[in-house]
């Protein structure tokens, strides 16, 4: 009898043990996709404040163009409205993020096409400056998208393996979702001269 109760008791505790090791790391790997989400978001901020620029921009300009204006303004309000924590990423909610997200960039699409039928609104340092912003932005937008999808790939991973998986089950760590490409990415546009 003793001797199963300290067997009981050493499973146990080494179980403990060996698991609590990697909690500390799991936590780890938490925060630094939870870090990742943040500067997901953050560079997205950073596109919408200067599309908001850009569209007051052209909005002098292209007076007859009010439907794009007002199709890129209602996309701007609600790529800002569909916000989620990093906890709050289950594959829902980054679909509903993912398709604002998806409209914003359409709609900036058409106002594009917009501007090139403006030739005098090209011309002012003031939109060169914004189209070299927003460029940039696009590109920062892009690596965060990679650095959130990598530090959520080491959680998931740590999770899921073992002996963290016993520990993530203990304390309830769920596995997060990661950006997917939009549907039809994996079609090559067809480029007509």
């Not at 179980?15 to 799991?26: P, V």
């Amino acid at each position: 009898m003793k001797r199963r109760i300290l067997n009981l008791f050493l499973i146990t505790f080494g179980t403990l043990l060996f698991s609590s090791c990697s909690y500390n790391t799991i936590i780890a790997y938490d925060e630094a996709s939870k870090k990742a989400w943040a500067d997901v978001e953050a560079a997205y901020q950073r596109r919408n404040d200067l599309i908001g620029n850009l569209v007051e921009t052209v909005k002098g300009v292209a007076k007859y163009e009010k439907e794009t204006l007002e199709a890129v303004v209602e996309a701007r309000s609600k790529a800002t409205s569909v916000q989620f924590s990093a906890d709050e990423l289950t594959p829902e909610n980054m679909a509903k993020f993912q398709e604002a997200q998806n409209q914003m960039s359409g709609a900036l699409s058409r106002l594009l096409v917009v501007v090139e039928k403006y030739p005098d609104l090209k011309a002012p340092q003031a939109y060169s400056d914004l189209m070299n912003e927003l460029e940039r932005t696009e590109n920062r937008i892009n690596i965060a998208r990679r650095d959130y999808n990598q530090a959520v790939q080491t959680y998931n991973t740590k999770i899921r393996s073992f002996p963290s998986n016993i520990t993530a089950g203990i304390f309830k760590f769920q596995q997060r979702e990661m950006f997917k490409a939009e549907a039809g990415a994996e079609k090559a546009p067809k480029v007509q001269f």
